[in-house]
């Protein structure tokens, strides 16, 4: 692990100034920027991974990848190739990337690449296309020099495949990462309860540079024990990520399929359009989703991040339990707990 990275993780949590080293920008008392939001506590991982571009005035762009490489570099149960896998047995992953000029990549049922992030990227910048997916997603890849892996699941993963394979049991357990980090089993644990069922939870960064431009990140493994060839709402631009360099940026997780159905994201932004606070945004965009079927929703977490130009953000979810950090100059690396639709 890089040393800055290293020093960035270690000040989670704790307000650290970091005066000596801010941009122009922030010491004027502009926007608050640059500033990252990632899903999740895990997002200390991402925010750490974003941060050394931010802070050295570098692109949003390059600092949200930068951010969905680390989170992939991490054995998890929900991001990358150590995640939980499909119900044949196979990880396949779903990531997009956003700039400012609306410029967007995505890959979805990816298998055997590492960084699904920085595919997007490519596909972004060196094919007229958005989304590639499967065997012409890998095909791509390689061609693009990222390298073949082996495909096998990791041993966590692999253990709670076969757990799983027990009863085949097919429903979604709210807020993976949180509940398994208040189980002390450590916050990215792959995802696995006694009962067999199964929960999946993304990861996605978004940020203003200290430019004031905007971008973002979404990448996931996706739900643990899928059917196969399930792809949920990470990969889609306007689901699971929106950035408009005029508005905001927002970026959800949770069960894709209800983010999809609302086009998530893409409603987050024009909320902000329309003069909404980013917190009011996703407030609105959440509430729309239970709307539409109050009773299922007591049983499927979704959540939105979004940030807007003057570096305000928000965080709503349909239930508790969710988290997100926030890093900026002035508060390094800071976990908060997210607003809920139902207590
Ligand atoms: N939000 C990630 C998924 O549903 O796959």
Request: glycine letters at 10%.
């Amino acid at each position: 692990m890089k040393k800055s990275r290293r020093r960035f993780l270690q000040n989670s949590l704790v307000l650290v100034p970091a005066l000596g080293c801010a941009p122009l920008s922030y010491l004027n008392g502009e926007a608050k920027k640059p500033l990252v939001l990632s899903t999740w506590d895990s997002g200390v991982i991402a925010n750490a991974g974003a941060w050394p571009v931010l802070q050295s005035e570098g692109r949003a762009l390059d600092a949200v990848e930068q951010g969905g490489i680390a989170i992939e570099d991490h054995i998890s149960c929900c991001v990358g190739l150590g995640g939980n896998p499909d119900r044949d047995g196979f990880v396949t992953l779903d990531a997009c990337i956003m700039d400012e000029k609306a410029n967007c990549g995505s890959v979805a049922f990816l298998e055997r690449i590492k960084h699904p992030v920085s595919v997007a990227r490519k596909v972004m910048e060196e094919t007229p296309h958005v989304m590639l997916v499967g065997e012409g997603a890998q095909q791509f890849a390689l061609e693009q020099g990222f390298p073949l892996e082996d495909g096998k699941l990791s041993p966590d993963a692999e253990k709670a495949y076969k757990k799983w394979l027990e009863k085949s049991a097919y429903k979604p357990v709210k807020n993976i990462e949180r509940t398994q980090l208040n189980k002390g089993k450590g916050p990215y644990a792959p995802s696995m309860f006694d009962d067999g069922s199964f929960n999946h939870d993304t990861m996605g960064t978004i940020c203003i540079d200290s430019h004031g431009d905007l971008s973002g990140m979404c990448t996931t493994s996706g739900m643990g024990f899928k059917m196969r060839g399930r792809v949920g709402d990470s990969p889609i631009i306007g689901s699971g990520l929106f950035v408009d360099n005029e508005a905001g940026a927002a970026v959800a997780t949770g069960q894709g399929e209800e983010i999809i159905r609302i086009s998530g994201c893409h409603l987050v932004v024009e909320l902000m359009r329309n003069g909404a606070t980013p917190q009011d945004a996703c407030e609105k965009a959440i509430a729309r989703i239970v709307k539409r079927d109050p009773v299922k929703a007591k049983d499927f977490q979704a959540c939105f991040i979004a940030i807007n130009k003057k570096g305000e953000h928000g965080a709503f979810a349909v239930h508790p339990g969710f988290n997100y950090t926030i890093s900026d100059m002035t508060q390094e690396n800071k976990v908060l707990d997210s607003k809920s639709y139902f207590s």
